[in-house]
């Protein structure tokens, strides 16, 4: 009997170590995104999903290829002149800059106003300027300002015109490749690996592109926060285009017609999807960790750390055949990676009440827990569960 005892203590104390040590590797990987130096992003990490779930992590990322943001478009410009420009980001330069001036002017004070002032020609500034900017005693340099933002938008209109055929042919490509894969099914380890290197090789080009255009929003932000206030003159946040501003984007598994919810442009620190998904990754973690470690709601914590593995699993896809294979030099693995192991690991964890043998629920299941679900189970009512 005794024997039987210390064997039970034994693998109690396995147990309570095996989660403590995997809310620490929660906690830890959690903590460590908080920091700024780290640059976490999500979006790496599934944009390099495999296997046949991969389409479906390729649509949580906002605009992953880009084709949004390098939209094109004809235009006329404020003086009436036949331009190019990359709509979203001309869209999405136009919103901030009126929302910079509603905030720091007091001549503008309605939407209305900042729409007319941005749309006014060389001529019609000009007049503008005469009839309204000697009452303007305080505010920015509207002058500054206007000259600023035409600068940049101009410059990236120039550059649309120039990138047209690059753009268009980036688009082509794009839509062959796509239309490839649709329609011939070929999963040979040459022809997975073929595939992947022009998905890659698409998204590069894209992105060269966008770090452009991106650089070149960041620097805009930067010179008109130098007009407002010279502390802002380096405060970057990235003037997010449309794509980017979806919160919840429509489902393209549901044929609805479901618009996406937006955010709106505010001014530098941009709540964008992506933005939400890191800080939701970076906290979930952490409080998975903690959970586990301090025993708090450990069954609950438990199956977030399965949901989160399963997410990881699913997009590692640890399968042999499917290309790009996992790099030898982390570990070979064939169905079953060290994820999931740890997964198995806390579907123990759920499995048991772990928490209340050391950990803070043991007083959530003896001061309230308890008598709570005995209400609802004549087995606790009676003493035989706990």
Known sequence: MKTKYSLACYAIVLIVLLRIGIGWHFFYEGVSKFDPASN??????????????AEMYYWMLPDLDGVNRLELADIQDENGRDAKTFLQYENAWKDYFK??????SPLIRHEADAEEFITLSTAGFAEWQEANLPSDNEGIDLVEARTIFFRYLNAMRLDAADLELEVL????????????????RN????????RWR??????????TLIRMLTAMGDGLQSDLGRVADPELAGRRGQIVTAPERELF?????????????TLPIVDADILGRMHVKNWAVTFALTAIGLCLMIGFCTRLAALGGVAFLVNVVLTTYPVPGVYPEIPSIIGNFMFVSKDTVELLALLVLAAIPSGRWAGLDYFLWNYGGKQIMGLFCPRVRAGECG
Not at 45 to 50: I, Y
Not at 187 to 193: K, P, R
């Open 40 to 53: 976490f992003s999500a979006e790496g990490f599934l944009a390099f999903a495999k296997g046949p779930t």
């Open 99 to 104: 929302q910079y001036l509603l905030t720091y």
């Open 169 to 184: 042919a980036f688009r082509a490509s794009r839509d062959r490749f796509l239309e490839t894969r649709r329609t011939i």
């Open 187 to 194: 999963n040979t380890s040459f022809e997975q690996e073929r």
């Open 198 to 207: 022009q998905m890659m090789g698409l998204r590069y080009e894209a992105s």
């Open 249 to 261: 984007p429509a489902n393209p598994f549901v044929q609805m017609d479901v618009p996406a919810m």
